[in-house]
Nanobody, 127 residues
Framework: QVQLVESGGGLVQAGGSLRLSCAAS????????MGWFRQAPGKEREFVAA????????YYADSVKGRFTISRDNVKNTVLLQMNSLKAEDTAVYYC????????????????????WGQGTQVTVSS
């Protein structure tokens, strides 16, 4: 059974940086896509970024492109989200998610039906 545990959230000033970490356990992830999503108060959950575990190919939401970087550590079974140039509108609960995909890859990783979710970590950016 796949388990995901996020850490690294906190309070930061606008323009600052944070790095979120997602510890993944329960199986090998070579055929998985790992993603980060966020949900701000009163808003729907939205896609942030995703990475294909095997190839390290990535996909980003336009709102974070150039500011956020997703990566994975194959030794530690961890997915990282480096967030730079943070803005007040980045304030949200951030969730790590995973989906196993067999077959042809789609260009837009946000279209995958992520099935496994972590508990979330709060990121607050003060303006």
């Amino acid at each position: 059974q796949v388990q995901l545990v996020e850490s690294g959230g906190g309070l930061v000033q606008a323009g600052g940086s944070l790095r979120l970490s997602c510890a993944a356990s329960g199986r090998t992830f070579s055929d998985y896509y790992m993603g980060w999503f966020r949900q701000a108060p009163g808003k729907e959950r939205e896609f942030v970024a995703a990475i294909r575990w095997s190839s390290e190919n990535t996909y980003y939401a336009d709102s974070v492109k150039g500011r956020f970087t997703i990566s994975r550590d194959n030794v530690k079974n961890t997915v990282l989200l480096q967030m730079n140039s943070l803005k007040a509108e980045d304030t949200a609960v951030y969730y790590c998610a995973a989906v196993r995909v067999i077959g042809m890859e789609v260009p837009d990783y946000s279209q995958y039906d992520f099935r496994v979710w972590g508990q979330g970590t709060q990121v607050t950016v003060s303006s």
